[in-house]
């Protein structure tokens, strides 16, 4: 496991095999700003009080609540009392959950916060302690568990009712395999047989975020990758696709709520 950390603050990053990112952390007061991820942030507050700005609104996550931010949308975190929080989080890939869902719209949780124990317990899997590891039948099981509970405690979907999930998903899979090439909306189009704007739409209802947003969203995976590995910034930005530094450095901001020479350099602290 990779841990992060400050004087006061820390986050332990689990890297045990596994298609979901998982974290725990703790923080005593001011932990990220507003930043996007395009995963479902899904988690428990283990103590304290987590508190977020979530569509609008203060959140309080409190122990024996689930959190589920839907993807692509705005939130920040910090500490709702001085005893600070602590925390397990899990990213999941909404393609993940459309492998189970199978073109439905993604489940919405409305207030990114919820008491419903289906979640809590559907979700058990991915917020256990991060030095257990989740054989690969048991995280595909735990998968299949997690999309059909957020399909039962959202409720009616929201977005398009007709989608095309077949030409989505040949979109998704044309842009993972061509991550270091220019990627234009005619390619899409040519790819999935779709009209640009229907295609955008469908996406972002099936996915939870925009080609453009999913192109850079995995850029910056395999520059974390990259960096991790020991690349310079600058030669992780380009090798992952970015023009230079600063571009980069703007849209990993934006995702992760703290610039990457600040993200790097707690993770190497600990090493």
């Not at 395009?38 to 304290?48: F, K, M, P, Q």
């Not at 207030?111 to 030095?131: K, T």
């Not at 960096?227 to 023009?243: I, R, W």
């Amino acid at each position: 496991m990779d841990s992060e950390t400050t004087p006061s603050d820390w986050v332990i990053r689990s890297t045990l095999p596994s298609g979901v990112e998982r974290i725990e952390a703790w923080f005593g007061g001011h932990g990220y700003e507003p930043h996007r991820h395009d995963t479902y942030s899904i988690g428990r507050t283990l103590a304290g009080v987590q508190s977020f700005n979530y569509k609008g609104s203060l959140r309080h996550g409190i122990p024996g609540n689930t959190l589920v931010l839907h993807p692509d949308e705005l939130h920040d975190g910090m500490a709702g009392t001085d005893a600070g929080f602590r925390y397990r989080m899990a990213y999941v890939d909404p393609a993940l959950i459309q492998n189970v869902l199978d073109g439905k719209p993604l489940p919405f949780i409305a207030g990114g916060l919820s008491s419903d124990p289906r979640l809590y317990r559907a979700s058990e899997a991915f917020v256990q302690a991060l030095d257990h590891p989740l054989e690969r039948l048991e995280e595909q099981d735990a998968l299949y568990d997690l999309a059909m509970a957020l399909h039962a405690v959202a409720g009616k979907p929201r977005g398009r009712k007709h989608l095309d999930y077949r030409a989505a998903e040949r979109v998704r899979e044309f842009i993972m395999a061509h991550l270091h090439s220019s990627i234009t909306l005619e390619m899409l189009e040519q790819v999935s047989g779709r009209e640009r704007w229907s295609l955008s739409r469908d996406f972002r209802v099936l996915y939870g975020t925009s080609p453009y947003r999913f192109v850079t969203l995995r850029r910056l995976d395999c520059f974390r990758r990259l960096a991790l590995d020991g690349f310079s910034l600058v030669d992780a930005a380009l090798a992952a696709g970015f023009h230079d530094q600063s571009h980069m450095t703007r849209h990993f901001t934006r995702c992760y709520g703290v610039p990457p020479w600040r993200w790097l350099e707690r993770l190497r602290s600990t090493h």
